[in-house]
Protein backbone atom coordinates (compact mmCIF):
# COMPACT_ATOMS: atom_id res chain seq x y z
CA UNK A 1 0.00 0.00 0.00
CA UNK A 2 2.95 2.48 0.57
CA UNK A 3 3.91 2.17 -2.86
CA UNK A 4 0.63 4.03 -3.67
CA UNK A 5 1.23 7.13 -1.61
CA UNK A 6 2.11 10.18 -4.15
CA UNK A 7 5.51 11.04 -4.22
CA UNK A 8 6.49 14.76 -3.68
CA UNK A 9 7.58 15.26 -7.97
CA UNK A 10 3.41 14.00 -8.92
CA UNK A 11 2.28 16.69 -5.65
CA UNK A 12 4.20 19.41 -7.05
CA UNK A 13 3.58 18.63 -10.98
CA UNK A 14 -0.05 18.55 -10.00
CA UNK A 15 0.11 22.05 -8.24
CA UNK A 16 1.80 23.56 -11.24
CA UNK A 17 -0.55 21.70 -13.56
CA UNK A 18 -2.20 24.25 -16.59
CA UNK A 19 -5.59 23.65 -15.08
CA UNK A 20 -8.27 21.30 -13.43
CA UNK A 21 -8.59 19.57 -16.67
CA UNK A 22 -4.51 18.92 -16.85
CA UNK A 23 -4.82 18.50 -12.93
CA UNK A 24 -7.31 15.12 -13.70
CA UNK A 25 -4.86 14.27 -16.29
CA UNK A 26 -1.95 14.08 -14.27
CA UNK A 27 -4.11 12.62 -11.17
CA UNK A 28 -5.47 9.81 -13.64
CA UNK A 29 -1.98 8.59 -14.33
CA UNK A 30 -1.70 8.00 -10.66
CA UNK A 31 -3.48 5.40 -8.50
CA UNK A 32 -6.36 7.78 -8.00
CA UNK A 33 -6.81 6.72 -11.52
CA UNK A 34 -9.40 4.49 -11.44
CA UNK A 35 -11.75 6.32 -9.58
CA UNK A 36 -11.41 8.96 -12.44
CA UNK A 37 -11.95 6.91 -15.30
CA UNK A 38 -14.30 8.19 -17.85
CA UNK A 39 -15.85 11.00 -15.00
CA UNK A 40 -16.81 14.70 -15.56
CA UNK A 41 -16.02 16.04 -12.29
CA UNK A 42 -15.95 18.85 -10.22
CA UNK A 43 -14.27 19.50 -7.14
CA UNK A 44 -16.61 18.66 -4.70
CA UNK A 45 -17.28 14.97 -6.38
CA UNK A 46 -13.54 14.65 -6.64
CA UNK A 47 -13.13 15.61 -2.84
CA UNK A 48 -16.27 12.49 -2.00
CA UNK A 49 -13.77 10.02 -4.29
CA UNK A 50 -11.13 11.33 -2.34
CA UNK A 51 -12.80 10.42 1.04
CA UNK A 52 -13.85 7.21 -0.23
CA UNK A 53 -10.56 5.83 -1.61
CA UNK A 54 -9.15 7.07 2.02
CA UNK A 55 -11.91 5.32 3.41
CA UNK A 56 -11.19 1.89 1.41
CA UNK A 57 -7.29 2.49 2.43
CA UNK A 58 -8.47 2.51 6.17
CA UNK A 59 -10.80 -0.11 5.84
CA UNK A 60 -8.21 -2.44 3.79
CA UNK A 61 -5.49 -1.85 7.08
CA UNK A 62 -8.43 -2.29 9.58
CA UNK A 63 -9.18 -5.49 8.34
CA UNK A 64 -5.78 -6.74 8.03
CA UNK A 65 -4.14 -5.50 11.50
CA UNK A 66 -4.42 -6.83 14.69
CA UNK A 67 -7.35 -6.32 16.94
CA UNK A 68 -5.96 -3.25 19.46
CA UNK A 69 -4.34 -1.70 16.05
CA UNK A 70 -7.69 -1.91 14.27
CA UNK A 71 -9.74 -0.64 16.88
CA UNK A 72 -7.47 2.56 17.62
CA UNK A 73 -7.47 3.43 13.54
CA UNK A 74 -11.44 3.08 13.88
CA UNK A 75 -11.24 5.53 17.13
CA UNK A 76 -8.64 7.47 15.75
CA UNK A 77 -9.53 8.38 12.06
CA UNK A 78 -13.36 7.04 11.76
CA UNK A 79 -14.49 8.38 14.22
CA UNK A 80 -12.80 11.42 13.39
CA UNK A 81 -14.21 11.31 9.85
CA UNK A 82 -17.80 10.62 11.68
CA UNK A 83 -17.46 13.80 13.70
CA UNK A 84 -16.39 15.84 10.67
CA UNK A 85 -20.24 14.67 9.17
CA UNK A 86 -21.57 15.32 12.60
CA UNK A 87 -20.51 18.94 12.50
CA UNK A 88 -21.70 19.19 9.02
CA UNK A 89 -24.78 18.50 9.71
CA UNK A 90 -25.34 20.45 13.03
CA UNK A 91 -24.12 23.69 10.70
CA UNK A 92 -26.62 22.87 8.16
CA UNK A 93 -29.45 22.13 11.00
CA UNK A 94 -28.22 25.62 13.20
CA UNK A 95 -28.54 27.55 9.79
CA UNK A 96 -31.85 25.86 8.56
CA UNK A 97 -30.24 24.76 5.69
CA UNK A 98 -32.26 21.55 3.40
CA UNK A 99 -31.66 18.13 4.15
CA UNK A 100 -30.54 17.31 0.61
CA UNK A 101 -27.91 20.10 0.77
CA UNK A 102 -26.24 18.74 3.89
CA UNK A 103 -26.21 15.26 2.35
CA UNK A 104 -23.60 16.69 -0.47
CA UNK A 105 -21.33 17.77 1.94
CA UNK A 106 -21.01 14.72 4.24
CA UNK A 107 -18.27 12.03 3.82
CA UNK A 108 -18.91 8.49 2.80
CA UNK A 109 -19.03 6.43 5.83
CA UNK A 110 -20.07 2.53 4.50
CA UNK A 111 -19.42 0.30 6.02
CA UNK A 112 -18.83 2.24 8.97
CA UNK A 113 -22.00 3.79 10.65
CA UNK A 114 -22.20 4.05 14.39
CA UNK A 115 -24.65 7.12 13.65
CA UNK A 116 -27.55 7.12 11.48
CA UNK A 117 -26.79 9.60 9.19
CA UNK A 118 -30.19 9.92 7.22
CA UNK A 119 -32.22 10.12 10.88
CA UNK A 120 -29.60 12.99 12.14
CA UNK A 121 -30.66 14.85 8.23
CA UNK A 122 -34.54 14.62 8.96
CA UNK A 123 -33.90 16.10 12.43
CA UNK A 124 -35.92 20.10 12.59
CA UNK A 125 -33.61 21.71 15.14
CA UNK A 126 -30.84 21.34 17.67
CA UNK A 127 -32.81 19.49 20.71
CA UNK A 128 -33.95 17.11 17.96
CA UNK A 129 -30.79 16.58 16.33
CA UNK A 130 -29.25 16.14 20.04
CA UNK A 131 -32.25 13.59 20.52
CA UNK A 132 -30.92 11.35 18.02
CA UNK A 133 -27.85 11.02 19.39
CA UNK A 134 -29.32 9.87 22.60
CA UNK A 135 -28.31 5.46 22.29
CA UNK A 136 -24.97 6.88 20.62
CA UNK A 137 -21.27 7.73 21.96
CA UNK A 138 -22.83 11.43 21.49
CA UNK A 139 -24.93 11.64 23.95
CA UNK A 140 -23.16 13.63 26.51
CA UNK A 141 -23.90 16.45 23.35
CA UNK A 142 -26.76 17.78 24.59
CA UNK A 143 -24.91 18.98 27.94
CA UNK A 144 -23.89 21.07 25.64
CA UNK A 145 -26.81 22.23 23.69
CA UNK A 146 -28.59 24.95 26.19
CA UNK A 147 -25.80 27.13 25.99
CA UNK A 148 -25.69 26.77 22.16
CA UNK A 149 -29.07 28.04 22.27
CA UNK A 150 -29.02 30.38 24.29
CA UNK A 151 -26.04 32.14 23.12
CA UNK A 152 -26.33 31.18 19.37
CA UNK A 153 -23.20 29.43 18.67
CA UNK A 154 -21.75 26.16 17.82
CA UNK A 155 -18.55 26.30 19.95
CA UNK A 156 -20.11 24.29 22.87
CA UNK A 157 -20.98 21.69 20.94
CA UNK A 158 -18.06 21.54 18.06
CA UNK A 159 -15.79 21.33 21.40
CA UNK A 160 -17.77 18.60 23.16
CA UNK A 161 -17.35 16.60 19.50
CA UNK A 162 -13.98 17.40 19.67
CA UNK A 163 -13.23 16.12 23.14
CA UNK A 164 -15.35 12.96 22.97
CA UNK A 165 -12.90 12.21 19.99
CA UNK A 166 -10.36 12.67 22.54
CA UNK A 167 -11.64 10.64 25.33
CA UNK A 168 -11.86 8.34 22.83
CA UNK A 169 -8.43 7.84 21.55
CA UNK A 170 -7.15 8.05 25.20
CA UNK A 171 -9.05 5.11 25.97
CA UNK A 172 -8.24 3.36 22.84
CA UNK A 173 -4.53 4.18 23.04
CA UNK A 174 -4.19 2.35 26.42
CA UNK A 175 -4.35 -1.27 24.38
CA UNK A 176 -0.96 -0.39 22.29
CA UNK A 177 2.29 -0.97 23.74
CA UNK A 178 3.95 1.32 25.80
CA UNK A 179 6.24 2.56 23.10
CA UNK A 180 3.49 2.93 20.49
CA UNK A 181 1.25 4.72 23.26
CA UNK A 182 4.21 7.71 23.58
CA UNK A 183 3.71 8.11 19.66
CA UNK A 184 0.48 8.83 19.77
CA UNK A 185 0.34 10.81 22.85
CA UNK A 186 2.86 13.17 21.55
CA UNK A 187 0.82 13.45 18.55
CA UNK A 188 -2.35 13.91 20.09
CA UNK A 189 -0.20 15.78 22.85
CA UNK A 190 1.13 18.52 19.86
CA UNK A 191 -2.09 18.74 18.16
CA UNK A 192 -3.95 19.43 21.43
CA UNK A 193 -2.18 22.03 22.56
CA UNK A 194 -1.80 23.89 19.12
CA UNK A 195 -5.31 23.44 18.60
CA UNK A 196 -5.77 25.15 22.25
CA UNK A 197 -3.61 28.00 21.51
CA UNK A 198 -5.20 28.54 18.18
CA UNK A 199 -8.46 28.66 19.79
CA UNK A 200 -7.17 30.77 23.03
CA UNK A 201 -5.64 33.53 20.26
CA UNK A 202 -9.19 33.46 18.25
CA UNK A 203 -11.04 33.78 21.67
CA UNK A 204 -9.34 36.96 22.62
CA UNK A 205 -9.40 38.03 19.44
CA UNK A 206 -13.33 38.18 18.35
CA UNK A 207 -14.50 38.70 21.60
CA UNK A 208 -12.25 41.51 23.71
CA UNK A 209 -10.32 39.68 25.78
CA UNK A 210 -13.16 38.21 27.98
CA UNK A 211 -12.27 35.70 29.78
CA UNK A 212 -14.16 32.51 27.92
CA UNK A 213 -16.78 30.34 29.81
CA UNK A 214 -15.84 27.18 31.37
CA UNK A 215 -15.31 24.31 29.11
CA UNK A 216 -14.18 26.01 25.74
CA UNK A 217 -10.94 24.41 26.28
CA UNK A 218 -12.20 20.59 26.31
CA UNK A 219 -8.88 19.34 27.74
CA UNK A 220 -5.96 20.84 29.10
CA UNK A 221 -2.45 18.92 27.54
CA UNK A 222 1.05 20.08 27.94
CA UNK A 223 0.24 23.98 27.71
CA UNK A 224 -1.76 24.76 30.99
CA UNK A 225 -4.72 26.54 31.14
CA UNK A 226 -2.82 29.75 32.93
CA UNK A 227 -0.96 30.48 29.89
CA UNK A 228 -3.78 29.70 27.52
CA UNK A 229 -6.32 32.70 29.77
CA UNK A 230 -3.17 34.86 29.76
CA UNK A 231 -3.02 34.36 26.16
CA UNK A 232 -6.85 35.69 26.24
CA UNK A 233 -6.31 38.62 28.24
CA UNK A 234 -3.31 39.90 27.45
CA UNK A 235 -2.72 38.98 23.53
CA UNK A 236 0.75 38.67 24.18
CA UNK A 237 1.30 36.36 21.27
CA UNK A 238 5.20 36.43 20.70
CA UNK A 239 6.07 36.45 24.68
CA UNK A 240 3.99 33.61 25.14
CA UNK A 241 4.69 31.61 22.16
CA UNK A 242 8.56 32.27 22.63
CA UNK A 243 8.10 30.87 26.42
CA UNK A 244 6.66 27.79 25.14
CA UNK A 245 10.12 26.36 23.34
CA UNK A 246 10.55 23.75 20.58
CA UNK A 247 8.58 23.09 18.90
CA UNK A 248 5.33 25.03 19.61
CA UNK A 249 7.39 28.37 18.48
CA UNK A 250 8.40 27.06 15.49
CA UNK A 251 5.15 25.94 14.70
CA UNK A 252 3.30 29.19 15.62
CA UNK A 253 5.44 31.32 14.34
CA UNK A 254 3.78 32.19 11.25
CA UNK A 255 0.58 33.11 13.75
CA UNK A 256 2.71 36.04 14.92
CA UNK A 257 1.92 37.53 10.98
CA UNK A 258 -1.84 35.97 11.48
CA UNK A 259 -0.97 33.26 9.39
CA UNK A 260 -3.31 30.47 10.61
CA UNK A 261 -3.15 27.88 7.58
CA UNK A 262 0.69 28.14 7.95
CA UNK A 263 0.67 27.48 11.38
CA UNK A 264 -1.52 23.89 10.63
CA UNK A 265 0.84 22.88 7.99
CA UNK A 266 3.43 23.58 10.37
CA UNK A 267 1.90 21.10 12.45
CA UNK A 268 0.78 18.90 9.53
CA UNK A 269 4.93 18.93 8.97
CA UNK A 270 5.84 18.48 12.58
CA UNK A 271 3.35 15.49 12.73
CA UNK A 272 4.65 14.17 10.04
CA UNK A 273 8.37 14.12 10.66
CA UNK A 274 7.58 12.55 14.66
CA UNK A 275 6.00 9.90 12.41
CA UNK A 276 8.30 8.73 9.96
CA UNK A 277 11.06 9.15 12.29
CA UNK A 278 9.52 6.15 14.84
CA UNK A 279 8.65 3.97 12.09
CA UNK A 280 12.31 2.04 12.41
CA UNK A 281 10.41 -1.29 12.84
CA UNK A 282 8.81 -3.55 10.58
CA UNK A 283 5.51 -2.69 7.88
CA UNK A 284 3.90 -4.12 9.68
CA UNK A 285 4.65 -2.95 13.44
CA UNK A 286 1.94 0.31 14.71
CA UNK A 287 4.25 3.21 13.84
CA UNK A 288 4.16 2.32 10.41
CA UNK A 289 0.62 2.26 10.11
CA UNK A 290 -0.39 5.26 11.80
CA UNK A 291 2.80 6.91 9.81
CA UNK A 292 1.07 5.49 6.08
CA UNK A 293 -2.29 6.37 7.48
CA UNK A 294 -0.98 9.64 8.11
CA UNK A 295 0.04 9.69 4.89
CA UNK A 296 -2.46 8.99 3.24
CA UNK A 297 -5.03 11.91 5.02
CA UNK A 298 -2.30 14.29 4.26
CA UNK A 299 -2.47 13.14 0.41
CA UNK A 300 -6.24 13.18 0.26
CA UNK A 301 -6.30 16.49 2.09
CA UNK A 302 -3.55 17.70 -0.12
CA UNK A 303 -5.19 16.93 -3.66
CA UNK A 304 -8.23 18.32 -2.30
CA UNK A 305 -6.76 21.99 -1.60
CA UNK A 306 -4.60 21.39 -5.07
CA UNK A 307 -7.83 20.69 -7.09
CA UNK A 308 -9.57 23.30 -5.30
CA UNK A 309 -6.66 26.00 -6.57
CA UNK A 310 -6.90 24.42 -10.20
CA UNK A 311 -9.95 25.11 -10.37
CA UNK A 312 -9.54 28.58 -9.18
CA UNK A 313 -6.37 29.73 -11.18
CA UNK A 314 -4.58 30.00 -7.92
CA UNK A 315 -0.50 30.58 -8.50
CA UNK A 316 1.33 26.95 -7.84
CA UNK A 317 3.51 29.04 -5.49
CA UNK A 318 0.36 29.90 -3.55
CA UNK A 319 -0.79 26.42 -3.55
CA UNK A 320 2.58 24.60 -2.21
CA UNK A 321 2.81 27.07 0.36
CA UNK A 322 -0.03 25.34 1.89
CA UNK A 323 0.19 21.67 1.12
CA UNK A 324 3.20 19.10 2.92
CA UNK A 325 5.07 17.06 0.38
CA UNK A 326 6.30 13.78 1.54
CA UNK A 327 9.80 14.08 1.87
CA UNK B 1 -40.84 75.42 -42.27
CA UNK B 2 -41.02 79.03 -40.84
CA UNK B 3 -41.40 79.38 -37.50
CA UNK B 4 -43.28 82.02 -38.53
CA UNK B 5 -46.42 80.02 -40.43
CA UNK B 6 -50.14 80.40 -38.43
CA UNK B 7 -48.28 84.00 -36.24
CA UNK B 8 -51.00 86.70 -35.73
CA UNK B 9 -49.40 89.83 -35.82
CA UNK B 10 -51.02 91.22 -33.55
CA UNK B 11 -49.70 93.62 -30.67
CA UNK B 12 -51.48 91.41 -28.17
CA UNK B 13 -49.93 88.62 -29.70
CA UNK B 14 -46.57 90.53 -29.74
CA UNK B 15 -46.96 91.40 -25.65
CA UNK B 16 -47.80 87.49 -25.05
CA UNK B 17 -44.55 86.63 -27.14
CA UNK B 18 -42.54 88.72 -25.36
CA UNK B 19 -44.25 87.43 -22.12
CA UNK B 20 -43.36 83.53 -23.08
CA UNK B 21 -39.45 84.62 -23.80
CA UNK B 22 -38.91 86.60 -20.92
CA UNK B 23 -40.05 83.55 -19.04
CA UNK B 24 -38.19 81.19 -21.20
CA UNK B 25 -34.66 83.12 -20.61
CA UNK B 26 -35.36 83.21 -16.80
CA UNK B 27 -35.84 79.46 -17.16
CA UNK B 28 -32.77 79.10 -19.13
CA UNK B 29 -30.97 80.61 -16.68
CA UNK B 30 -32.21 78.79 -13.63
CA UNK B 31 -31.23 75.62 -15.77
CA UNK B 32 -27.96 76.79 -16.69
CA UNK B 33 -27.26 77.09 -12.82
CA UNK B 34 -28.41 74.09 -12.61
CA UNK B 35 -26.38 72.31 -14.91
CA UNK B 36 -23.28 74.27 -13.20
CA UNK B 37 -24.09 73.10 -10.09
CA UNK B 38 -24.64 69.31 -11.41
CA UNK B 39 -21.24 69.20 -13.44
CA UNK B 40 -19.56 70.59 -9.72
CA UNK B 41 -21.46 67.56 -7.80
CA UNK B 42 -20.56 64.86 -10.83
CA UNK B 43 -16.51 66.00 -10.69
CA UNK B 44 -16.79 65.78 -7.01
CA UNK B 45 -18.23 62.62 -6.98
CA UNK B 46 -15.50 60.96 -9.51
CA UNK B 47 -12.85 62.05 -7.80
CA UNK B 48 -13.77 60.53 -4.52
CA UNK B 49 -15.49 56.96 -6.34
CA UNK B 50 -11.45 57.00 -8.15
CA UNK B 51 -10.00 57.14 -4.59
CA UNK B 52 -12.83 54.73 -3.07
CA UNK B 53 -12.25 52.32 -5.93
CA UNK B 54 -8.82 51.84 -5.54
CA UNK B 55 -8.97 51.58 -1.91
CA UNK B 56 -11.82 48.89 -1.82
CA UNK B 57 -9.90 46.86 -5.11
CA UNK B 58 -6.57 47.16 -3.04
CA UNK B 59 -8.58 45.66 0.28
CA UNK B 60 -10.49 42.74 -1.72
CA UNK B 61 -7.39 41.84 -3.14
CA UNK B 62 -6.66 40.71 0.35
CA UNK B 63 -9.90 39.24 1.03
CA UNK B 64 -9.16 37.26 -1.83
CA UNK B 65 -5.71 36.37 -0.35
CA UNK B 66 -7.12 35.58 2.93
CA UNK B 67 -10.37 33.01 1.25
CA UNK B 68 -7.75 31.37 -1.05
CA UNK B 69 -5.89 30.67 1.91
CA UNK B 70 -9.20 29.20 4.05
CA UNK B 71 -9.30 26.74 1.21
CA UNK B 72 -6.29 25.32 0.65
CA UNK B 73 -6.02 25.39 4.14
CA UNK B 74 -9.60 23.74 5.29
CA UNK B 75 -10.55 22.39 1.99
CA UNK B 76 -13.35 22.78 -0.07
CA UNK B 77 -16.03 20.83 1.86
CA UNK B 78 -15.49 21.97 4.99
CA UNK B 79 -15.06 25.90 3.69
CA UNK B 80 -18.49 25.84 2.48
CA UNK B 81 -19.76 23.71 6.12
CA UNK B 82 -18.22 26.37 7.82
CA UNK B 83 -19.80 29.18 6.14
CA UNK B 84 -23.21 27.35 6.40
CA UNK B 85 -22.97 27.90 9.82
CA UNK B 86 -23.98 31.23 9.39
CA UNK B 87 -27.18 31.93 10.34
CA UNK B 88 -28.39 35.70 9.49
CA UNK B 89 -27.48 37.71 6.13
CA UNK B 90 -27.21 40.99 5.79
CA UNK B 91 -30.43 42.65 6.23
CA UNK B 92 -30.36 46.15 3.94
CA UNK B 93 -32.78 48.85 3.84
CA UNK B 94 -32.82 51.06 1.02
CA UNK B 95 -34.13 54.43 1.07
CA UNK B 96 -34.89 57.37 -1.78
CA UNK B 97 -32.56 60.53 -1.63
CA UNK B 98 -32.45 63.79 -3.68
CA UNK B 99 -29.66 66.05 -4.47
CA UNK B 100 -30.61 69.11 -7.07
CA UNK B 101 -33.90 67.08 -7.30
CA UNK B 102 -32.10 64.04 -8.50
CA UNK B 103 -33.23 61.00 -6.52
CA UNK B 104 -30.48 58.18 -5.69
CA UNK B 105 -30.94 55.47 -3.29
CA UNK B 106 -29.52 55.47 -0.21
CA UNK B 107 -28.72 52.14 1.48
CA UNK B 108 -29.00 51.31 5.22
CA UNK B 109 -27.45 48.43 7.36
CA UNK B 110 -30.22 47.18 9.36
CA UNK B 111 -28.46 44.23 10.87
CA UNK B 112 -25.43 42.11 10.17
CA UNK B 113 -24.62 38.67 10.40
CA UNK B 114 -22.81 37.28 13.45
CA UNK B 115 -19.59 35.03 12.53
CA UNK B 116 -17.83 35.31 16.40
CA UNK B 117 -17.41 31.53 17.78
CA UNK B 118 -18.83 30.21 14.57
CA UNK B 119 -15.47 29.85 12.22
CA UNK B 120 -12.06 28.33 12.41
CA UNK B 121 -9.49 31.10 12.86
CA UNK B 122 -8.55 30.84 9.17
CA UNK B 123 -11.87 31.40 7.28
CA UNK B 124 -12.63 34.01 10.86
CA UNK B 125 -10.05 35.84 9.12
CA UNK B 126 -11.13 36.15 5.53
CA UNK B 127 -15.11 36.45 6.73
CA UNK B 128 -13.79 39.51 8.96
CA UNK B 129 -11.95 40.97 6.34
CA UNK B 130 -15.02 40.91 3.82
CA UNK B 131 -17.14 42.50 6.81
CA UNK B 132 -15.13 45.25 7.60
CA UNK B 133 -15.15 45.94 3.46
CA UNK B 134 -18.70 45.08 2.64
CA UNK B 135 -19.86 48.46 4.12
CA UNK B 136 -17.41 50.45 2.23
CA UNK B 137 -18.57 48.38 -1.31
CA UNK B 138 -22.50 49.60 0.05
CA UNK B 139 -21.45 53.05 0.34
CA UNK B 140 -19.49 52.93 -2.90
CA UNK B 141 -22.27 51.58 -4.64
CA UNK B 142 -24.67 54.43 -3.31
CA UNK B 143 -22.14 57.06 -4.58
CA UNK B 144 -21.52 55.55 -7.50
CA UNK B 145 -25.64 55.09 -7.95
CA UNK B 146 -25.35 58.85 -7.11
CA UNK B 147 -22.64 59.85 -9.61
CA UNK B 148 -24.87 57.87 -12.43
CA UNK B 149 -27.71 59.56 -12.15
CA UNK B 150 -26.23 63.29 -11.77
CA UNK B 151 -24.45 62.52 -14.98
CA UNK B 152 -27.41 61.21 -16.51
CA UNK B 153 -29.41 64.36 -15.20
CA UNK B 154 -26.33 67.04 -16.29
CA UNK B 155 -26.82 65.39 -19.71
CA UNK B 156 -30.70 66.31 -19.69
CA UNK B 157 -30.15 69.42 -18.39
CA UNK B 158 -27.33 70.10 -20.83
CA UNK B 159 -29.51 69.11 -23.73
CA UNK B 160 -32.50 71.23 -22.54
CA UNK B 161 -30.23 74.05 -21.99
CA UNK B 162 -29.00 73.98 -25.57
CA UNK B 163 -32.49 73.29 -27.10
CA UNK B 164 -33.60 76.38 -25.17
CA UNK B 165 -30.54 78.37 -26.49
CA UNK B 166 -29.83 77.29 -30.17
CA UNK B 167 -33.69 76.55 -30.77
CA UNK B 168 -36.37 77.93 -28.87
CA UNK B 169 -35.42 81.57 -28.18
CA UNK B 170 -33.73 82.26 -31.56
CA UNK B 171 -37.38 81.22 -32.97
CA UNK B 172 -39.45 83.33 -30.21
CA UNK B 173 -37.45 86.51 -31.14
CA UNK B 174 -37.57 85.72 -34.75
CA UNK B 175 -41.49 85.70 -34.45
CA UNK B 176 -40.98 89.19 -32.26
CA UNK B 177 -39.27 90.28 -35.14
CA UNK B 178 -41.20 89.41 -37.46
CA UNK B 179 -44.29 90.96 -35.77
CA UNK B 180 -42.83 93.78 -34.81
CA UNK B 181 -41.69 94.37 -38.60
CA UNK B 182 -45.35 93.61 -39.56
CA UNK B 183 -46.47 96.09 -36.95
CA UNK B 184 -43.83 98.44 -38.04
CA UNK B 185 -44.76 98.17 -41.61
CA UNK B 186 -48.78 98.46 -40.92
CA UNK B 187 -47.64 101.52 -39.08
CA UNK B 188 -45.79 103.02 -41.66
CA UNK B 189 -48.86 102.20 -44.17
CA UNK B 190 -51.32 103.81 -42.27
CA UNK B 191 -48.64 107.22 -41.34
CA UNK B 192 -49.00 107.08 -45.46
CA UNK B 193 -52.26 106.48 -45.77
CA UNK B 194 -52.94 109.32 -43.18
CA UNK B 195 -50.90 111.80 -44.99
CA UNK B 196 -52.51 111.00 -48.07
CA UNK B 197 -55.93 111.32 -46.70
CA UNK B 198 -54.85 114.32 -45.04
CA UNK B 199 -52.96 115.76 -48.16
CA UNK B 200 -56.65 115.06 -50.17
CA UNK B 201 -58.82 117.23 -47.68
CA UNK B 202 -56.55 120.04 -47.43
CA UNK B 203 -56.85 119.98 -51.19
CA UNK B 204 -60.92 119.88 -50.62
CA UNK B 205 -60.57 122.68 -48.54
CA UNK B 206 -58.99 125.00 -50.87
Known sequence: ?327 | MSVVGGVRPTKGFLLEMKKRLSFIERGCEFLKLKRDHLAKELTVALDVLRGRRSKINEKLREIYDAIVTAYLALGPSEVRSQANSIKKTYEIEILPKSVMGVQYPSMKVVSKPKIEGKLDPVLFKAASLMMEVFEEILRLAEFESRAERVADELGKTNRKVNALENIVIPSYKQVIKFIQDKLDEEDLEELVRTKLIGGVIARRGE
Open chain 1, 1 to 327: MRAELLDSNTLRNLAEARDFKEFLEILSKTPYGEELANAEIDVLELEQILNKKFLERLNKIIISSPKEISEFIKDYYIMGLEIKNLKRILRGKFSGMPSEWIARSLIPMRPYLSVNFEELLETKTLEEFVEALKETAYATLSESLRICVEHEVLWPMETRLNGLHVDRIEVSLMNLSPEDRVIVKRVLQTRMDIENLLAADKWGKEFGRQTPPRGYFYRIYGVPLEVLESLIKTGDLEEIIKSLGTPYYQILKPLLEDDVALVRRYLQRYIYEVLRKSKTRSDFAFPAIFFLLTSFENEIENLASIAWGKEQGVPPKKILKYILLPS
